[in-house]
């Protein structure tokens, strides 16, 4: 499926699911701003435009104007760490050796060398400039946990991908100053980046998906608040910047799917739960 891809740790083991429901911590009612994120290609027009900003797969081909409700914002999806094979531009970095090693979690992808001219160009003058002339007014960017992971693993050869991902979305705002621009995690170059875009996602917040054990799971307080104090600090650099959270949970048990809303909204963050598959919308449930 074309679609998103995560750097997402696994957990030892399936946590209960407790979550409060609390008032934000300045006293403030809960945030109600409904966004969503759905790679699928049928995404359902009624449903679309109950949301105020909507991410999706640019690639598919389908008209998007029927997906857009009043005052609405739609994001392209776009993947600044890793290319999928599938993608139209992928033959052209790769001869241009702009691409490095499979994702082991995700074979059908590569690791994209950030530092190449070839990728900062395909990005600037091709791959966006693509998403915006279907009508989105903006991207979302994905997979730039990449850059750090990458200098993790070879500080020598891989040094420099961090300021080069910021660079690059730099080049980015430079280049289209008026564009929404969405950034999923990327907390290496956050601080540096916070000026720059206007949404920040922090993906699987309060629970995940175990790819061992295959079920959904809570992350511990600490996990929690891990993301909430990089999140926090970049809206400190950054008063505007709009704070998302993406979490994941089967749909069917309701209530917890509700009181994650409930708890996410307590800490200021702008909520969505989906399954792992994110290949359609969901609403949140009623009360």
Same mark, same amino acid.
């Given at each position: 499926?074309?679609?998103?891809?995560?750097?997402?740790?696994? &957990?030892?083991?399936?946590?209960?699911?407790?979550?409060?429901?609390?008032?934000?911590?300045?006293?403030?009612?809960? *945030?109600?701003?409904?966004?969503? *994120?759905?790679?699928?290609?049928?995404?359902?027009?009624?449903?679309?435009?109950?949301?105020?900003?909507?991410?999706?797969?640019?690639?598919?081909?389908?008209?998007?104007?029927?997906?857009? &409700?009043?005052?609405?914002?739609?994001?392209?999806?776009?993947?600044?760490?890793?290319?999928?094979?599938?993608?139209?531009?992928?033959?052209?970095?790769?001869?241009?050796?702009?691409?490095?090693?499979?994702?082991?979690?995700?074979?059908?992808?590569?690791?994209?060398?950030?530092?190449?001219?070839?990728?900062?160009?395909?990005?600037?003058?091709?791959?966006?400039?693509?998403? /915006?002339?279907?009508?989105?007014?903006?991207?979302?960017?994905?997979?730039?946990?990449?850059?750090?992971?990458?200098?993790?693993?070879?500080?020598? &050869?891989?040094?420099?991908?961090?300021?080069?991902?910021?660079?690059?979305?730099?080049?980015?705002?430079?280049?289209?100053?008026?564009?929404?621009?969405?950034?999923?995690? &990327?907390?290496?170059?956050?601080?540096?980046?916070?000026?720059?875009?206007?949404?920040?996602?922090?993906?699987?917040?309060?629970?995940?998906?175990?790819?061992?054990?295959?079920?959904?799971?809570?992350?511990?307080?600490?996990?929690?608040?891990?993301?909430?104090?990089?999140?926090?600090?970049?809206?400190?650099?950054?008063?505007?910047?709009?704070?998302?959270? /993406?979490?994941?949970?089967?749909?069917?048990?309701?209530?917890?799917?509700?009181?994650?809303?409930?708890?996410?909204?307590?800490?200021?963050?702008?909520p969505y739960v989906s399954t792992l598959a994110l290949d359609r919308l969901w609403q949140e449930p009623r009360r």
């Open positions: 499926m074309i679609g998103r891809r995560r750097l997402m740790g696994l &957990g030892a083991g399936t946590m209960a699911l407790t979550l409060a429901l609390r008032r934000r911590a300045d006293g403030s009612p809960p *945030i109600r701003t409904r966004w969503a *994120i759905d790679y699928g290609a049928a995404s359902v027009p009624a449903i679309a435009r109950t949301f105020d900003l909507l991410v999706l797969e640019p690639h598919h081909a389908r008209p998007i104007a029927p997906l857009r &409700g009043p005052a609405a914002r739609l994001l392209g999806y776009v993947s600044f760490g890793e290319v999928e094979r599938q993608r139209p531009y992928f033959a052209d970095l790769d001869k241009a050796g702009a691409l490095g090693a499979p994702n082991p979690n995700w074979p059908d992808a590569r690791f994209v060398d950030l530092r190449h001219p070839a990728w900062t160009k395909a990005i600037v003058e091709t791959i966006v400039p693509q998403i /915006l002339a279907k009508g989105y007014d903006g991207i979302f960017i994905d997979t730039m946990d990449n850059a750090e992971a990458m200098e993790r693993q070879n500080p020598i &050869g891989n040094k420099g991908m961090v300021q080069a991902g910021a660079a690059l979305i730099a080049a980015v705002r430079a280049r289209f100053p008026t564009i929404r621009i969405m950034l999923n995690r &990327g907390y290496a170059l956050l601080d540096t980046v916070a000026p720059r875009i206007d949404h920040v996602l922090g993906e699987a917040m309060a629970t995940r998906w175990n790819f061992a054990t295959k079920t959904y799971e809570a992350l511990s307080d600490s996990d929690w608040q891990w993301q909430a104090d990089r999140l926090r600090r970049a809206r400190t650099i950054h008063p505007a910047l709009a704070l998302h959270t /993406l979490d994941y949970w089967d749909p069917a048990d309701t209530k917890a799917v509700a009181a994650l809303y409930d708890r996410e909204r307590a800490g200021g963050f702008l």
